[in-house]
């Protein structure tokens, strides 16, 4: 009886250790997307030099091919540079000014995590800065 209890005991400790390498292998393969994300973003703004027509136009065509899902993620108004809810991919850019006429900007995506016991769908910022920016004023 002793053999029996010490098996089932054994199995248990398997199965968690499968399920939490599982887990951190998901997490950083959907943090690896994110930031691929993030980065296309920031070289399409640093690209054009500013978050204008052009970058959107260049950042649809990426998001496109990388396969970003639309998560309906809210954005913070505070500082927000564009933030258009009927836009088909969900990202927010933050406009931050800096020192000597420069200015970044603050690029946010989401990380998506659907668990399915809980049936939710859990959405994590990942977040990154572009390079100063030089602003030339006419």
Request: a positive charge; aromatic letters at 16%.
């Amino acid at each position: 009886m002793k053999q029996g209890i010490g098996f089932s005991v054994t199995i248990n400790i398997m199965a968690i250790f499968i399920v939490v390498t599982f887990a951190f292998l998901v997490t950083s393969l959907n943090y690896y997307k994110a930031y691929k994300i993030n980065n296309a973003i920031s070289d399409s703004i640093e690209k054009y030099e500013g978050y204008n027509e052009l970058a959107i136009k260049e950042i649809d065509s990426k998001l496109s091919s990388l396969g970003y899902i639309d998560n309906k993620a809210g954005c913070n108004n505070n500082n927000l540079s564009f933030n258009d809810s009927t836009y088909k991919n969900s990202y927010c850019i933050y406009e931050e000014t800096t020192k000597n006429n420069k200015f970044k900007y603050k690029v946010v995506t989401y990380i998506n995590f659907n668990i399915p016991i809980v049936n939710k769908v859990i959405n994590l910022p990942v977040k990154t800065t572009t390079e100063s920016i030089y602003y030339f004023s006419e």
